[in-house]
């Protein structure tokens, strides 16, 4: 998730909305391509602009690949909170290493790197402390926000080259291809992370995931190669096929046929919820099994409301979880490097953004886009 700078307008520990002048700008930056959002109608179309100079701990690298993540649009269309334009979105990246600076250990040139949804944080603060720097009040996310490094915006993957602290810049294994392995970056870590955290791979527990998407389908291909037992719960009954087939799913519930739900009623030890609008909570809990947990990683933006009572009575628990630690990414990616992982993806051009996200909105991809940014994005004269 990358939206807008968490801590409030006042947050000024990474100039949080206020892209100040006074900044200090680091000599000779560099210049970069890629698509952006000029205004919240979510259009996306070619922009020029600057990353900064290879600072001594940082990397430089030629951005291959960048998945689009349903938060992109969410940020470009202001859903979360007025976004800063131009907006370069994209925090599933991926590339190769072109250049590192004099003190960087982590990364050497053509290695395969990638970066997720935040390049910085205030370093010093409990929460850092904690190495959990995407709660930290002073947090820059890859795009629509102000490094405090440098003073500069960032701008995110749909775009051709990065600079980015080591510290942010996480080692993809050799072995995985770039495409398929950019959605991990966010899809991937964010359903990794609770599921790790919470335990769901152990003791037999059931596992199911709400929504179908870029961020649910990495939570089945997960649960499958945890060795659960695996559910969907999904509104789209077309999806039925892919996600038994291509996907492993043990089970799979339309969660618009009470009868279906019904049936499934107290099965499910771990529900993960990636559905990106506001929905009924109460038919999910029923799901769950007495002390059973119910995350939410989704984004809709509302309130929801549950029935307390059959809550408390099932000594269940309402949880949440967002994108993952560094330290929690690269182990995602170093499993994902073990079992051969990737995410299923539709490979587009960057020109084809307008109509992903039209089709996003449908539910209507198999299950992530994909921009092959290294040979689709060029110059405009
Ligand atoms: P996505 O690919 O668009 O998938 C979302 C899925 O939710 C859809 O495919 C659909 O699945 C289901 N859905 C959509 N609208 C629905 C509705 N009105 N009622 C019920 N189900 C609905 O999105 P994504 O990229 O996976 O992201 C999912 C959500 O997670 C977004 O809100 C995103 O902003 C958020 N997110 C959060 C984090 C975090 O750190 N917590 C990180 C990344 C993304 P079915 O067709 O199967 O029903
Ligand atoms: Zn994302």
Known sequence: MSARTVGGEGNCVAHGRCRSSSSPKMASETKAIGWAARDTSGHMSPIEFSRRALGPKDVKFSIKFCGVCHSDWSTVTGEWGPPMFPVVPGHEIVGVVEEVGSEVTKLKVGDHAGVSTYVNSCGSCRICEKKLPQHCNGVVWVYNSV??????????????LMVVNERFCLVLPKNLPLDGAAPLLCAGATVYSPMKRYGMGKNGNRFGVVGLGGLGHMALKFAKSFGMHATVISTS?????????????????????????????????????????????????????????????????????FDSLPLCFGGKSIGSSCIATLEE?????????????????????????????????????????????????????
Request: with cysteine; hydrophobic share 35%.
């Open 237 to 305: 009954p077309a999806k039925e096929k892919m996600a038994r087939e291509e996907l492993g799913a043990d089970n799979f519930i339309v969660s618009k046929d009470p009868k279906q739900m019904e049936a499934s009623v107290g099965t499910l030890d771990f529900i993960i919820d990636t559905v990106s609008a506001i929905h009924p909570l109460d038919p999910l809990l029923n799901l769950l099994a007495p002390q059973g947990q119910l995350i939410f990683v989704g984004g809709g933006v509302g309130k929801c409301e």
């Open 147 to 160: 490094d405090h490094a440098d003073g500069l915006p960032t701008y995110g993957g749909y775009s051709n």
């Open 329 to 381: 990414l690269q182990e995602m990616l170093d499993y994902c490097g073990e079992k051969n992982l990737v995410c299923t993806i539709e490979k587009i051009p960057i020109d084809y953004i307008n109509e992903a996200y039209k089709r996003m909105n449908k539910g209507d991809v198999h299950f992530r886009f994909v921009i092959d940014v290294g040979n689709t994005l060029k110059p405009q004269n």
